[in-house]
């Protein structure tokens, strides 16, 4: 079965930099990959969806990529702040409409 | 537009005992799903419901089952419950499909004693 990795549990940096999350997976290639964020007590929020056929998706400070061929998606936030600290999430399907996987999370800390 | 309600946010029980769930999805969502999270495991799946009828489940024993309503509303029930369903449950509704862009609500803190 599909399986996912986010090989981080968690990311330090500094402000102002880029924060770079990745996300692996195993087997064969999701039609799409979903990024969420997380802040503790509360549920998920949906940030960015990019599709096999997509190599990359910009929303503000956030970019996705999506590479079929490593099997790899990488989660940028640019210009990062103090308040982009959370965990993200990865999720992607299991090649059928029937299952959705999430991966465990990074938790991401920006430092002032 | 109000987001997903869901209640209580915070229960505790005692091993044995059953529970009830309550979700409201987003005005105008016909799924819902269910998801349990935990430190150990991460958010797993654990059913959609789309029109009122169970869609896709996840790999749950079948102490855990759920149903929705014909406004969308959305319940989940666990029965005989054990130490290990402790656990924060996220409802998440979305217009059609269930695993794309899922809007969460603030979830229920479940405690079992």
């Known amino acids: 079965s599909q399986k996912i990795e986010q090989n981080s549990e968690a990311l330090n940096i500094q402000e102002g930099k880029t924060a770079t999350l990745t996300c692996n997976y195993t087997?064969?290639?999701?039609?799409?990959l979903q990024w969420y964020r997380q802040d503790p007590g509360r549920g998920p929020v949906f940030l960015l969806l990019i599709r096999e056929n997509e190599k990359e998706k910009r929303k503000e400070r956030l970019k996705v990529t999506f590479d079929t061929t490593l099997k790899q998606s990488l989660f940028h936030i640019t210009a990062s702040q103090p308040a982009d600290s959370a965990t993200y999430l990865c999720a992607l399907d299991q090649g059928s409409a029937s299952k959705i996987i999430f991966g465990s999370g990074t938790r991401l800390s920006i430092r002032p | 537009k109000a987001g997903v309600t869901q209640t209580p946010r915070y229960l505790i029980k005692t091993r044995g005992q059953q529970v009830t769930l309550s979700c409201s999805p987003i005005s105008g969502h016909r799924s819902v799903s269910w998801y349990q999270q935990t430190p150990g495991q991460g958010l797993q799946f654990l059913f959609e419901y789309f029109s009122e009828t169970q869609r896709n489940k996840g790999n749950f024993p079948g102490r855990f089952s759920g149903r929705q309503f014909s406004n969308s509303r959305s319940e989940m029930n666990v029965s005989t419950l054990e130490l290990g369903d402790s656990a924060l449950y996220l409802c998440a509704s979305s217009f059609q499909s269930f695993n794309e862009k899922l809007f969460f609500g603030s979830g229920t803190q479940l405690s079992v004693l």
């Open positions: 087997n064969y290639s999701p039609a799409y």
